[in-house]
């Protein structure tokens, strides 16, 4: 009743405010007339005034918000850092309402004695003062202020300023021990993010044919994670595998396929060796001039979708799919197929579009479109007549707008690729498709995998790796590892399997994806087998030890599920403290990635709670035993949920990231 006691207050106080600010809006209107008589200094003063009605609404509302959600209670972790954003704007508003977008600047502190969040807006608006007002104030003085209107709230314990006018926040334990409690019931869930958008991923794309190589893991391993994090947000993903599945190489393999496979139309040809198959068909088109021929007369009859034809490109699709499909099993990735052929029935209408607005010059004979800013053009119409590249990524980015209704889309796509992207999309902007403030229309690029030689990683012998073999390979070194460590003397066989693939899996995924995709990164398998530092394998044996400390202690999961209700979280140990506060940062951890979609940056904090978990249980007992018998004596159940919590988030984050811990290892 309390609360409805608040939410009738705040309701009636909106309304006494929302119509004061309509009063004084008209008699700004009115004195707009009468501002040449001298009056310009009342209407100033009304201007302020009103300009500070206005903060004060928009403070009240947010209390107001705040007063009905805590009669429905989220299931969501909260984002600390944006909900101590929230709170700062309102201080900011109320005590600067005459600046327009006030700088705000909330990030956690880096030593304990500083608190545990700084604001560091002061300085900001110091200089902001001083250019549009010349006014001089300390930043000292500015951050004083800004603390004095700090509204109430539930979550900081004092703030301090320190230096040049750093605001230090401390939070309230209780509040970081009733959130960790409401994880621990509710689960890892996600935080309120605003509308559910369409998003739509496009990655890994190999081409049909080839055989999938070590170029294609980075695309793979990025994308996918990628779309885990913005499914798991509560996004709805599209996850498209843009295949190299058209064009004029078709025409030498439907050849070669005719004079190799004669009666392919009755009897499925025994195509073993496709990559061998394609380097075969490719040394006759480049040296039989006849074969060249034939082949250019393939790829006319099956654009014009001739059934035989078709049939033939079916069958050399089908043969690559089943190879690219063993990859993507081994790496649990989900793709939706829709290579370059999806698009070849929208290709003239493409065309025809820029044509009519006037965009398309003819160059000896090719059609082209010149965007501004952009030093190469695009090409949409070859001087044979036929369709490129750039026409089918316009017809794809197009579909991807208007059909699919995308509010995100996301190429991860290799750096080399950077200029020819911007160009499509600066095009699109240009015949007016999207608008990049409303619609975001992104390159997620990165580097290369280079070998431990710091050159483009190849085999001995000079060849592309093939993928197939890595993950083989990756396979054979951590079963070494396991036997290595002697766990195929204390894991049965299925449990030593399972953890045979978690770790040579997980540490290629991991390696790439704790490095910055935007750089290149060596590859080294001795490295991300190597079960100390930032690794797969260290954090894998990590969480396998977490989770034993329960099984240890003989506490399964039902009496931690009634424990999480029944038992306050305490968090006076400063390592407690450290940890609670470090677990519950992982909402502003995937905020900083969907906005940047810089996937190492979750590595990073996956290290940092595993560490911090460490330094927690090596100062404080979770469970105490008996010196001489062994037997446990007590259980510390607020820390046995701190440990819970821990391997909660840090299986959330595997999760993302594609990995998959084992019970035991």
Request: net charge neutral; proline share 3%.
């Amino acid at each position: 009743m309390r609360m409805e006691v608040k939410v009738a207050q705040c309701t009636e106080r909106l309304r006494r405010q929302e119509k004061e600010i309509k009063f004084l809006t008209a008699e700004i209107d009115h004195l707009k007339n009468t501002e040449g008589l001298g009056v310009s200094p009342i209407l100033e003063g009304l201007r302020e005034e009103n300009a500070k009605l206005k903060y004060r609404l928009n403070i009240l509302q947010k209390s107001l918000q705040e007063e009905r959600n805590k009669g429905k209670p989220s299931k969501g972790m909260i984002n600390i850092n944006s909900h101590l954003q929230d709170i700062f704007g309102m201080a900011i508003k109320t005590a600067y309402p005459e600046l327009e977008n006030p700088p705000l600047l909330v990030t956690p502190s880096q030593q304990p004695k500083f608190g545990d969040y700084q604001c560091n807006s002061a300085m900001s608006i110091t200089q902001i003062l001083l250019k549009t007002k010349e006014q001089k104030v300390s930043p000292r003085d500015i951050a004083d202020k800004i603390a004095r209107n700090i509204p109430d709230n539930e979550c900081i314990e004092k703030v301090e300023i320190a230096g040049p006018g750093f605001i230090n926040v401390h939070l309230k334990k209780n509040f970081v021990s009733r959130q960790l409690s409401n994880m621990l019931i509710n689960g890892v869930q996600p935080p309120a993010i605003g509308e559910r958008k369409k998003v739509v991923i496009d990655f890994s794309s190999p081409n049909i044919a080839k055989e999938m190589h070590v170029g294609h893991l980075r695309s793979t391993i990025i994308g996918e994670s990628m779309c885990r994090l913005f499914e798991f947000v509560g996004y709805d993903v599209l996850r498209l595998n843009h295949l190299g599945d058209w064009g004029t190489q078709f025409g030498m393999l439907i050849a070669h396929l005719q004079d190799k496979f004669p009666d392919y139309l009755i009897v499925s040809p025994p195509i073993g060796d496709l990559q061998a198959f394609y380097k075969e068909s490719k040394r006759r088109f480049d040296t039989e001039e006849e074969f060249k021929k034939r082949a250019y007369q393939c790829v006319v009859l099956l654009q014009s979708k001739n059934p035989d034809f078709l049939k033939a490109w079916k069958l050399i699709c089908d043969v690559s799919r089943k190879e690219f499909q063993k990859i993507y099993d081994c790496l649990d990735i989900t793709l939706i197929e829709r290579g370059e052929s999806y698009y070849q029935d929208m290709m003239a209408d493409i065309v025809k579009e820029f044509e009519e607005q006037g965009f398309v010059q003819v160059d000896d004979g090719r059609k082209i479109v010149f965007v501004p800013g952009c030093s190469i053009p695009l090409t949409v119409v070859k001087s044979d007549g036929g369709f490129t590249y750039d026409t089918s990524d316009l017809a794809a980015l197009k579909q991807r707008l208007f059909e699919e209704k995308a509010d995100i889309i996301i190429y991860v796509v290799d750096s080399g690729q950077a200029v020819h992207l911007q160009t499509i999309f600066a095009a699109s902007q240009m015949i007016g498709w999207y608008d990049p403030k409303v619609t975001r229309v992104v390159h997620a690029a990165f580097g290369v995998v280079l070998g431990e030689d710091k050159k483009k990683f190849k085999t001995r012998s000079g060849d592309t790796v093939r993928l197939i073999e890595l993950l083989e390979e990756g396979l054979k070194r951590s079963m070494d590892k396991l036997k290595e460590k002697e766990r195929d003397k204390v894991l049965s066989p299925e449990e030593l399997k399972a953890a045979q693939t978690s770790v040579a899996f997980g540490c290629i995924k991991y390696a790439d994806l704790s490095h910055n995709r935007i750089n290149d990164y060596i590859f080294s398998f001795d490295k991300m087998l190597d079960d100390r530092g930032n690794t797969a394998a260290y954090l894998l044996y990590a969480f396998t030890r977490i989770r034993s400390i329960a099984r240890l202690a003989s506490i399964d999961e039902g009496t931690l599920q009634k424990s999480a209700r029944t038992t306050q979280i305490i968090l006076d140990h400063e390592k407690e403290w450290k940890l609670g506060k470090c677990i519950l940062r992982f909402p502003e951890i995937l905020q900083k990635i969907l906005d940047d979609l810089l996937l190492h940056t979750l590595c990073d904090y996956l290290y940092e709670l595993a560490t911090t978990f460490t330094e927690f249980y090596d100062n404080c007992y979770c469970v105490e035993k008996d010196r001489q018998t062994g037997k446990i004596v007590t259980v510390n159940m607020w820390r046995m949920l701190l440990c819970e919590a821990t391997a909660a988030v840090m299986a959330k984050c595997f999760d993302i990231l594609g990995i998959k811990p084992v019970q035991k290892m």
